[in-house]
């Protein structure tokens, strides 16, 4: 790992020095998200109210695309992976655990219906989010993910996850700043998430919240979105 200042590959580490590494990539992460997702345009624009709710949408197209096939990955690498987890039935519990979550809850078919009620909330229909076709950058998110999983190892797959706590912190960003109170800070973020331990919760009461204030109260807080 070239960022970090030494190479572990190869060498056994106790549980103290495995916990310091992962904690270590983990800031590494946090640190990237902050600097090129939290501090970067939209979401500046997003937190003082002058996003236009076009480029909401076309950001909620996108992300549509990028959720329904990042989940489909979960259930491809539960197959690629078996024969790992099939020697480790501890960990296969967590994994089918994670698999299921994005599939099951608050209902079937998971975590995308939220995602299309969400959108339904921006003003987008159903198709206009399954048949658009994703931007090129945004689909290099995904090709990045689908690379590793074909082509990478198994670690470089779940090493690739550790982005997932950022989602959990852009989730209650993204919910902060369309309702009419500042965003929480990120470090408010943080610790609330890693209490929860994983950060789907986050990412459905954030989508909840935002959609209670854009069908509640729009004319309340004119400006917080341009329309
Ligand atoms: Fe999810």
């Not at 003003?123 to 990045?144: H, K, N, P």
Request: charged share 25%.
């Amino acid at each position: 790992m070239s960022a970090l200042p030494k190479d572990y590959s190869g060498k056994k580490l106790s549980a103290v020095e495995a916990d310091a590494v992962v904690a270590e990539l983990k800031k590494y992460l946090l640190d990237l998200a902050d600097r090129w997702l939290f501090k970067g345009r939209f979401h500046t624009d997003l937190s003082k109210g002058t996003l236009p709710v076009e480029a909401l949408k076309v950001f909620w197209q996108n992300w549509y695309g990028f959720v329904a096939e990042i989940n489909n990955f979960h259930g491809v690498a539960y197959q690629r992976h078996l024969p790992f987890f099939k020697r480790h039935p501890d960990l296969q519990k967590h994994f089918a655990n994670h698999v299921a979550d994005e599939m099951i809850h608050p209902s079937p078919p998971g975590h995308i219906r939220i995602v299309l009620e969400q959108g339904r909330n921006f003003g987008l229909t159903d198709d206009e989010m399954i048949e658009y076709e994703m931007l090129a950058e945004c689909r290099a998110f995904l090709e990045y993910y689908r690379g590793v999983l074909y082509e990478g190892t198994m670690a470089e797959w779940w090493a690739s996850f550790c982005v997932e706590e950022a989602v959990g912190h852009w989730a209650k960003f993204f919910g902060g700043a369309l309702r009419p109170t500042s965003p929480g800070s990120l470090k408010a973020s943080i610790s609330t998430s890693r209490k929860k331990g994983y950060i789907a919760p986050d990412y459905v009461r954030a989508s909840r919240n935002s959609r209670t204030t854009l069908t509640a109260s729009p004319d309340a807080y004119p400006g917080r979105l341009r329309q």
